[in-house]
């Protein structure tokens, strides 16, 4: 099926280990975004690609590291975890220069940092 | 700067009531407008969108009507299901970073709903 998928769906790590989260998309979307979805905060965007082979900050960029490998694929890097890091994380997808289409998830990584 | 100001939550409501999410918004320019729905332990996912003033965005028995004069896009639905419990975003669309769509999200209503 076409969509965003992310890779993994579940993750604990211990303090100070390092991981990266995976995410690919098959709809030849142009802009793709990292969030984390927290409770009572809402989504907030960590980092966000406009196009391939750039790559900018979002909200809440500290932390984290990105990288645009190609235009299917957008991976987030934690170097250090902390605990203030676990939450759940959602890449998404969108077509550049229009206003109407909306953006597409994927259904998400549980990351637990103990 | 562009923001969406959603009803806070949680909703409880019996099954076969009337659903209203109140969103407003504040943009310059003309944005689009969307409702996203996340089921538990899923992602979001697209439930209706409206793009110029007076669209009416319709899916799932759901809909909401794009009113620029009110600067609102509330969400409301008939008669609601269990199956309708989830979490509910607000986002508007305007033209943002590097030519990019940027979506900006409400804080989301939460929904439950009681047999």
């Known amino acids: 099926n076409a969509g965003v998928t992310q890779t993994p769906k579940f993750q604990v790590l211990k303090t100070g280990q390092s991981m990266t989260l995976q995410c690919a998309q098959d709809m030849n979307h142009n802009s793709m975004y990292w969030y984390r979805q927290d409770p009572g905060m809402g989504l907030r965007l960590i980092y966000y690609?406009?196009?391939?082979?750039?790559?900018d900050k979002g909200e809440v960029p500290n932390g984290y590291n990105v990288s645009r490998l190609n235009k299917r694929e957008f991976s987030l890097r934690l170097e250090s975890a902390a605990p203030s890091q676990t939450s759940v994380y959602f890449c998404?997808?969108?077509?550049?220069?229009?206003?109407?289409?909306?953006?597409?998830f994927g259904s998400g990584t549980r990351l637990t940092v103990v | 700067g562009d923001s969406v100001t959603q009803m806070e939550g949680p909703v409880t409501l019996s099954e076969e009531a009337f659903l209203t999410i109140n969103c407003t918004y504040t943009a310059t320019g003309y944005p689009s407008l969307f409702w996203y729905v996340q089921y538990p332990g899923e992602g979001l996912q697209l439930l209706l969108k409206a793009t110029k003033a007076d669209d009416k965005g319709s899916n799932k028995g759901f809909e909401a009507t794009y009113r620029k004069e009110t600067t609102s896009f509330h969400l409301e639905k008939g008669s609601v299901q269990v199956s309708d419990s989830a979490v509910y975003f607000c986002?508007?669309?305007?033209?943002?970073?590097?030519?990019?769509?940027?979506?900006?999200f409400g804080k989301g209503t939460k929904l439950t709903v009681n047999p």
């Open positions: 998404a997808s969108s077509e550049a220069r229009g206003q109407n289409y909306g953006y597409t």
């Open positions: 986002a508007l669309s305007a033209l943002g970073w590097g030519g990019s769509e940027k979506l900006v």
């Open positions: 690609s406009a196009s391939e082979g750039t790559t």
